[in-house]
């Protein structure tokens, strides 16, 4: 079993207390942060999902695999950041109001991060006005990202969108959105600029964005 893949079972069954001492032989190894973060952490957490979705885990086992993820994330971190040459811009993300998920958009922001963006995180439950705030702010930014965990908060991610754009913003930022329930449909609807179907794409996407 490679290193990577004793990052990806260590993630999964929760074992916080090791991922420090798996990361840090996976670099000395000469695995890339990268690869870590992706096939090993996310990986995981695309295992769990499943696994939760199927009724074969709970709720306390998908936390103890979120707690060991968070660990590795910080670990990982000051790795993904000295592999890049460049800073992107700033990406200014955040879950919509009434939706209190932040694992997905969590692993968002990482990825974002180690593609080059300084990313600034306005936690959950965000009201329109704190992203238009948080835009106005940082007049350099040129990049928004919307997450909505549950189907519930999909039309407060559109009431988040429209309000932006009502704001006159959309000729500063790009507005990308994303979450379980979020289709490519639904984004083009109510009028994002790009969708990431997850984590892992979100990166891609939002250099793209950038570079459109």
Do not use: W
Not at 8 to 24: D, R, S, T, Y
Not at 36 to 61: C, D, H, R, T
Not at 147 to 152: E, F, I, M, V
């Amino acid at each position: 079993m490679s290193k990577i893949q004793e990052i990806q079972q260590a993630v999964e069954f929760g074992k916080k207390k090791i991922i420090k001492g798996l990361i840090e032989e996976a670099l000395a190894e000469g695995c890339q942060a990268i690869d870590i973060l992706n096939q090993g952490m996310i990986e995981a957490m695309s295992i769990v999902g499943e696994k939760f979705k199927a009724g074969e885990i709970y709720v306390p086992e998908m936390l103890v695999a979120a707690r060991a993820m968070k660990e590795g994330v910080e670990i990982i971190k000051p790795h993904l950041l000295s592999d890049q040459n460049t800073v992107a811009g700033k990406f200014i993300i955040g879950t919509v109001e009434g939706d209190l998920h932040d694992i997905g958009k969590n692993l968002v922001a990482m990825m974002i991060e180690s593609a080059g963006f300084t990313v600034i995180d306005l936690g959950v439950d965000v009201a329109p006005e704190k992203f238009i705030e948080a835009i106005k702010a940082n007049p350099d930014c040129r990049l928004v990202g919307l997450s909505a965990l549950l189907t519930t908060t999909m039309p407060a991610l559109n009431k988040a969108v429209a309000a932006i754009i009502e704001a006159g913003l959309k000729s500063q930022v790009k507005i990308m959105v994303g979450g379980a329930p979020i289709s490519q449909e639904f984004a083009d609807k109510i009028g994002a600029d790009g969708f990431a179907a997850d984590a892992a794409s979100a990166a891609s996407i939002a250099k793209e964005l950038v570079a459109s």
